[in-house]
């Protein structure tokens, strides 16, 4: 990269989870302080020499299509080279579309490609090894992209950021979250909302949480007359001060608009230019009487705060229940009970009794989870079947687990398969996982097969609230098996248009592509079943109607409508493609992939990288998007990196003597109450997997995957190495593989690739990973093992001339007395006797006998290499040789360690 742009050091990060620009402070001054033409002394609001010109949001809303372009503008007053950071938070479900940086004069584009392309340039945590630090976390809600710059003495630099989302309607309006938190006083701060709704807007508010209710009528415009509304917040740089006399700003929280939309005409169509969207929300219904069952986990896992807010959350849904609704509650741990066995009113002496049972259940045991569905099934197919008055209900079942199924039917795949035939699509069923532990996948895909839906719930303080904010969410429902029907001769690509249920405060949204010429004959028919009647009607595309809208919005309108579509119909094929198989899961993939690329979103099958911003190897940066369910993800880039040939301060900590697995492979096995080691080789096919660490109790692995070397001298032996290692902790759902060329975090979910070049510390939950440039990286886990993988590169005068890896066991004291594998059985103390030395088929070599699990054997004193602290020379380790792949010593025989897969 040419140094004299002023960009010294780039960090651009994998999509996790608020509006931050700010100087990266030294010790020292400040410097630089701004010209001001005031009479009275400003604010100087530099933070180490660096100012924020400008940070400015702008946000427009057409027909819940929601746009935003984030702009910031810095100055560096120094006159050295300064450090800037530019993070913000974006809603998990948007998708960015487009990111600049503008810096002395040279503009650096945003490319979005397919992300096995992107991938293959790879992305860099640093560029020419500068030091960067990064915390890159999810929310609940939010994704945080951040980008770290170094920008030159007395010049500037200008960040633009766009993303897209589709608006959802719950609890009756549309949320607009922006964060806010710029960490230092702005000269120009702006926040400006502009929403354009054809059906007219009905209301319209706005709250800053940073802010009290004084303030916020005093800087927060707000406006709203017809189809138009306008939110704006424009505080000067003395309204930022967080006291009259401080430098800091007050500026750090949400900064939400809510509004909603007139519901006098039933009909909300709109099409421009071959597109059309269908808002279904009508209003004045009459709710419909439910039954519900309610699923609930009492495995001893939910002890403490869980089941304490689960019973609050319990206790005032039951409460809020109406008198015409029918219920029960099902508790499963390794047992399956029920309060009732069948649904009974919620009158009020029933709900008090219900209470009373929930006030008194008590924890017990692992986790029936198909047990305790089927159990909630049978109780609202047997009201629906036996009870008539009954059947015209809407019903719905919901689930609560903290955990993954450890009792009765464990396998998932047939857990879903006996929950589809159960339920047969008369009801949906939502899935709500509390907790970082549960298989959120699992209970996604289990709800998406059964019309529902699946909701994490956090644990935290507000965890009762989740539970009950979400009950509101489906505690009305006012329609069922509504169905939106369009000429099949006009249309194609369709979104989603039957659901099963509709609630009080929602919305359903239908998109799709209307054929050349057909506009005449479009329509939309609605159908569905309400309380005590059958809900009908058609909605025509009013023309003149449509025509003054576009002049109205102009290409706006056009634009956001098919990008409505786009985005509604990638959504909705990322959800399909977890719960297909084979050719029809490939097939969703490479549609909704075609259509990312299309319409330029970065999405979980694509990725940004930034032309012209490249380090020394010729890499560019990549911004990733996360997978749905992607956990807490911390990494950081240490302060000082070691050298590629030095010991790292991890390893130096480390025994003399490990056990481990290197080079064509030889394993060697230290045997610290003997003060000797013991080796043996295997010697296998390129492709064969080998099993190396396996701990049944916890299912921690570790398997190593064969390579050969590639061609030297002709009639020279061809050895193997290991060139895949898979590394598995499923308690925390961790997976880690490792190749020569990239090390991969949860690769099945699509997680972040990190290269040898990197430096960089992650965790997840129990299991830490430090990544040492160029040299190995130290998988720890909590209450488990320290394993290190040691990188050996091909250099001049190698012997082996393909890239391998190394395997080495630095603590394993913490690991069960039943682990086993090919290392995994010699982590507890082994027997063995060693007599009669003499000299072997090789006069330099002595050869012994040595008594070993019941087996005498012919063992030779040789000499092996240990690499686990100098992977390019390594140190030599004296050990006595088992032949014949090691025949006697380990359990078995060594094709009883071949495995299928990695993982």
């Not at 309607?169 to 006083?185: A, E, G, N, S, W």
Request: charged share 20%.
């Amino acid at each position: 990269m040419d140094g004299a742009m002023g960009l010294r050091a780039l960090l651009c990060v994998y999509l996790a989870s608020l509006l931050v620009l700010q100087g990266m402070p030294t010790q020292g001054s400040p410097t630089g302080r701004p010209k001001v033409n005031k009479k009275r002394q400003t604010l100087d609001t530099a933070v180490d020499g660096v100012t924020i010109r400008s940070l400015k949001v702008n946000c427009k809303v057409t027909s819940r299509f929601a746009h935003y372009v984030i702009t910031s503008q810095v100055v560096n007053n120094a006159d050295e080279a300064k450090e800037i950071s530019f993070d913000v938070e974006i809603p998990k479900t948007a998708f960015i579309s487009d990111f600049a940086i503008t810096a002395d004069g040279s503009a650096f584009i945003g490319d979005i490609k397919d992300k096995v392309t992107a991938w293959k340039q790879y992305r860099k945590a640093a560029i020419s090894g500068e030091n960067a630090g990064l915390v890159r976390a999810s929310g609940r809600t939010m994704e945080q992209f951040t980008i770290h710059l170094t920008i030159g003495p007395r010049s500037k630099a200008t960040f633009r950021l766009t993303y897209e989302e589709v608006l959802k309607r719950r609890l009756m309006q549309y949320d607009i979250v922006i964060k806010v938190k710029p960490k230092q006083l702005v000269h120009h701060f702006e926040i400006d909302v502009d929403i354009f709704e054809p059906q007219g807007i009905s209301k319209l508010d706005a709250h800053a949480s940073f802010l009290s209710n004084d303030l916020a009528s005093q800087l927060v415009k707000k406006s709203f007359s017809g189809k138009q509304g306008r939110v704006l917040f424009h505080p000067t740089v003395s309204q930022q001060q967080s006291c009259p006399t401080c430098s800091t700003s007050l500026l750090n929280g949400d900064f939400k608009v809510t509004y909603d939309v007139n519901r006098d005409q039933l009909c909300d169509l709109l099409v421009a230019n071959n597109h059309f969207a269908h808002f279904f929300a009508p209003q004045n219904l009459t709710n419909m009487n439910k039954n519900v069952v309610f699923v609930i986990d009492i495995s001893t896992s939910m002890e403490g705060q869980k089941v304490k807010q689960t019973k609050e959350a319990l206790l005032k849904i039951l409460g809020d229940m109406r008198p015409g609704d029918y219920f029960d509650l099902v508790l499963f741990g390794s047992e399956v009970q029920s309060w009732k066995g069948s649904l009974v009113q919620a009158s009020p002496a029933n709900l008090r009794a219900a209470q009373d049972f929930v006030k008194h259940f008590f924890l017990a045991g692992a986790t029936n989870l198909n047990g305790g569905l089927l159990r909630g099934i049978e109780i609202l197919n047997q009201a629906q079947k036996n009870l008539p008055k009954l059947s015209n209900h809407a019903s719905v079942l919901i689930m609560l687990t903290d955990g993954e199924p450890t009792e009765g039917v464990t396998d998932r795949s047939q857990i879903l398969k006996n929950v589809r035939n159960a339920i047969r699509g008369k009801f949906p069923l939502y899935n709500l996982g509390f907790g970082d532990n549960v298989d959120f996948n699992f209970l996604d895909v289990m709800s998406m097969e059964n019309n529902g839906r699946a909701q994490r719930i956090y644990e935290d303080h507000d965890a009762a609230q989740q539970l009950q904010g979400f009950y509101d969410q489906v505690a009305n429902p006012l329609l069922v098996d509504v169905e939106l029907l369009y000429p099949q001769d006009t249309i194609s690509d369709l979104t989603q248009h039957r659901h099963k249920q509709y609630y009080e405060g929602s919305e359903i949204m239908v998109a799709g592509r209307i054929a050349d010429h057909k506009l005449s004959s479009f329509k939309a028919d609605v159908l569905a079943h309400g309380e005590g009647q059958e809900f009908k009607m058609t909605c025509l595309v009013d023309e003149e109607k449509m025509k003054n809208l576009l002049r109205e919005r102009g290409h706006m309108l056009e634009n956001h409508i098919e990008r409505l579509w786009a985005y509604l119909t990638i959504q909705e094929l990322l959800a399909k493609r977890t719960k297909l198989e084979g050719k029809e899961k490939a097939d969703a993939a490479a549609k909704a992939l075609q259509m990312s690329l299309a319409y330029q979103f970065v999405t979980p099958l694509t990725s940004m990288t930034i032309r012209g911003v490249a380090d020394e190897d010729g890499l560019e940066p990549v911004v990733d998007k996360p997978p749905e369910d992607a956990l807490p993800l911390a990494f950081k880039l240490p302060a000082s990196q070691p050298s590629p040939t030095g010991p790292s301060a991890d390893i130096q900590q480390l025994p003399n003597q490990v056990t481990g697995v290197d080079t064509d492979p030889h394993f060697l096995i230290h045997v610290p109450q003997k003060e000797d080691t013991l080796c043996f080789n295997i010697n296998e096919e390129p492709g064969v997997i080998l099993s190396l660490v396996q701990d049944p109790d916890t299912g921690f692995s570790v398997n190593g995957q064969l390579i050969g070397n590639r061609a030297g001298s002709p009639g020279q032996h061809q050895g193997t190495y290991f060139g895949r290692l898979g590394i598995v902790n499923p308690t925390t759902g961790f997976q880690l593989e490792v190749t020569p060329h990239n090390i991969t975090l949860n690769p099945g979910s699509g997680g972040p690739v990190f290269s040898w070049k990197d430096q960089a510390s992650l965790r997840q939950h129990e299991v830490v990973v430090t990544i040492n440039r160029k040299r190995n990286l130290v998988v720890a886990v909590e209450d488990g093992g320290t394993f290190e993988v040691v990188l050996h590169r091909v250099w001049k005068g190698s012997a082996v001339h393909q890239d391998f890896l190394g395997f080495y066991v630095l603590d394993s004291h913490r690991m069960s007395a039943r682990t086993h594998g090919l290392l995994g059985q010699f982590f507890h103390p082994i027997d063995y006797t060693v007599s009669d030395p003499h000299p072997g088929s090789d006069p330099t070599k002595t050869d012994a006998t040595m008594l070993v699990k019941s087996h005498q054997l012919t063992v030779t004193r040789g000499l092996q290499k240990d690499y686990s602290k100098n992977p390019r020379h390594g140190a030599e380790v004296t050990c006595w040789f088992v032949h014949n792949n090691g025949a006697g010593l380990i359990d078995g025989v060594y094709t009883d360690y071949i495995v299928p897969d990695i993982f």
